[in-house]
């Protein structure tokens, strides 16, 4: 992508969110925020009986990297599985919403991902707590 095309996804993520407000039955639900700002992004997921994710949703308020980063985190993580969120890499999701355009504010576009992570982190563990 080029930067105009960058702009634009950005933009479109963050004109009309993917996935935002609340869901139902979440077996995650954590909210996270960065020092130095008053955003909040809130991340529910739902896992299926296969062990991958049903549904992921976000919420909150964000400024427009945090938000439409949010918006792209709930594209690329549905379907997989605990394991696999844990190894998704913040420099992979960087490089995807356009380096150029974000690396000013990393902890902007990894939000989401972050508070994902330690989500589906906690919820692993207390999974492996209970088998
Ligand atoms: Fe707060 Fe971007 S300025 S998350």
Known sequence: ??????????????ENPRNKGP???????????????ADMIS???RFGKDGKIEEVHWDGEGCTIS?????????ITQGLTADEIEK?????LIEQL???????RPTCAT????????????????KRAQD
């Open 1 to 14: 992508m080029d930067r105009q095309e960058t702009i634009e996804f950005l933009m479109d993520h963050y």
């Open 23 to 37: 869901l139902e039955d979440a077996d995650i639900s954590l909210t996270g925020g960065n020092p130095g700002c």
């Open 111 to 126: 939000l989401a991902l972050g508070t994902l992570k330690k989500g589906v982190h906690e919820y692993a563990m207390h």
């Open 67 to 75: 938000s439409a980063a949010a918006s792209y985190v709930t594209e």
């Open 88 to 92: 998704l890499s913040f420099e992979d």
């Open 43 to 45: 991340m529910q997921a």
């Open 98 to 104: 356009g380096r150029e355009l974000v690396m000013t």
